[in-house]
């Protein structure tokens, strides 16, 4: 049997396997922070034309490179909450943490 991997070498559009051993979804992106090693989990897509789905890192069970298995079954999967950006707060340059704090407090 193959080894399983980190989730940093999952790769994308890799198989997802439920409990019930369906495999309709794939990863299509990965949600984490390669630096800290903080694996958040998965955003699966169940087809072109559904919203992709936020699959939290507690319901994978397994990691290789081409495939991973959840504790999830295909009904449990395809009622995820729809997969939402973050809001990212993106610094002006030249709006630094000072001149932020200088503004809060006028």
Not at 5 to 23: C, F, M, N, P
Not at 54 to 73: F, Q, S
Not at 89 to 103: A, I, S, V, Y
């Amino acid at each position: 049997p193959e080894p399983q991997v980190s989730w940093k070498a999952l790769e994308q559009d890799a198989t997802v396997v439920t409990s019930d051993g369906d495999e309709s979804a794939r990863v299509a992106e990965i949600v984490g922070d390669p630096a800290a090693d903080i694996f958040n989990g998965l955003v699966v897509t169940l087809g072109m034309l559904d919203k992709n789905r936020d699959l939290p890192a507690e319901r994978v069970k397994g990691i290789w490179p081409r495939r991973v298995e959840v504790d999830l079954t295909a009904a449990d999967l395809k009622a995820l909450p729809p997969y939402e950006e973050p809001v990212v707060e993106r610094l002006e340059p030249d709006r630094g943490l000072f001149t932020r704090l200088r503004n809060l407090f006028r």
